[in-house]
């Protein structure tokens, strides 16, 4: 993967996200990599992603502890792939009981 010069999504990224599967990436405190499919992963604007956190699990206690995030979305057949690295803020829980998780862009790979 190549670090793009721009922190901002472009038309065609923001489209690939909408089309593909993300997955969500977090470390623990021992330095643990944790990774798991996000599906309601979405594109916010230019600089930000979205999802709700169902599960409260791994992903949930490490974006708690500070960890900052990494989402890749691919396509295996044509062998491409856009990763974003992030900060991610949890929100109030809604009325569902999901936590919103807001991940402000700081670099884009492809």
Known sequence: ?????SNKLTQAQQDFFKDHLAFLSTVDSNGMPQVGPKQSMKVVDDSHLA???KTQQHAFENIKNGSKVAVVVADKPSHTNVRVIGTAEIQDKDENGWYPVTITIEEIDE
């Open 51 to 53: 999802y709700l956190e």
């Open 1 to 5: 993967m190549k670090k793009l010069d």
